[in-house]
């Protein structure tokens, strides 16, 4: 059974850091491409970035509103994804999500995580 | 900058049929964008309902499916039930994944 598990979440002061992490279980994570997926409180869902397999070079990217901010890695040994989230602004606040997208030429999110809080707040 | 645009709330009658539409900003929607659906209840995490398309995500009810109308990405429920409220995403790939801004549905 295909399983994610964020952990990391809480409060932070606006401009401090923050680590989140996504255990994977129940497939081959070095395959895949993984993303993370934020919705702040009462609104929508907004893609975050994501990181590419080994095949792909484990190239990254991410949504404008938090590039140069927020850095996400991979470690395919522990079946971890991480999201480095630095200099946060209150407009961070949200709930977190990573997601697995799927193989092949479908670029959809066929699992997710139950998610994890991140409040910016002072 | 390209947005994609959903119907902010929508309802329904129970056992009724509804479409919610995905569309662009600027320019029509097509297979190529590989159109995705998913439906979030308060409190949880999204669930895949429909990907490229029209293919139904394993589990999800022959009731709802997906299509392209006119310009439009689009999710049909078809015999709504009471816990089809809920909102729904429309997501499409446009060289990186663009989420529409959910559409909630009210089965009343």
């Known amino acids: 059974e295909v399983q994610l598990v964020e952990s990391g979440g809480g409060l932070v002061q606006p401009g401090g850091s923050l680590r989140l992490s996504c255990a994977a279980s129940?497939?081959?994570?070095?395959?895949?491409?993984m993303d993370w997926v934020r919705q702040a409180p009462g609104k929508g869902l907004e893609w975050v970035g994501r990181?590419?397999?080994?095949?792909?070079?484990?190239?990254?990217e991410y949504a404008a509103s938090v590039k140069g901010r927020f850095t996400i890695s991979r470690d395919d040994s522990k079946n971890s994804l991480y999201l480095q989230m630095n200099s946060l602004k209150t407009e961070d606040t949200a709930v977190y999500y990573c997601?697995?997208?799927?193989?092949?030429?479908?670029?959809?999110?066929?699992?997710w995580g139950q998610g994890t809080l991140v409040t910016v707040s002072s | 900058q390209t947005v994609v645009t959903q119907e902010p709330s929508f309802s329904v009658s129970p056992g009724g049929t509804v479409t919610l539409t995905c569309g662009l900003s600027s320019g029509s929607v097509s297979t190529s964008y590989y159109p995705s659906w998913y439906q979030q209840t308060p409190g949880q995490a999204p669930r895949t309902l429909i990907y490229?398309?029209?293919t139904r995500s394993s589990g999800v009810p022959d009731r709802f499916s997906g299509s392209i109308l006119g310009n439009k990405a689009a999710l049909t429920i078809t015999g709504a039930q009471a816990d089809d409220e809920s909102d729904y995403y429309c997501?499409?790939?446009?060289?990186?994944?663009?989420f529409g801004g959910g559409t909630k549905l009210t089965v009343l």
């Open positions: 129940g497939f081959t994570f070095s395959d895949h491409y």
């Open positions: 997601a697995r997208m799927s193989s092949g030429w479908t670029y959809y999110f066929d699992y």
């Open positions: 997501v499409l790939y446009m060289g990186s994944v663009v």
């Open positions: 990181t590419r397999n080994k095949a792909n070079s484990y190239t990254t």
């Open positions: 490229s398309t029209n």
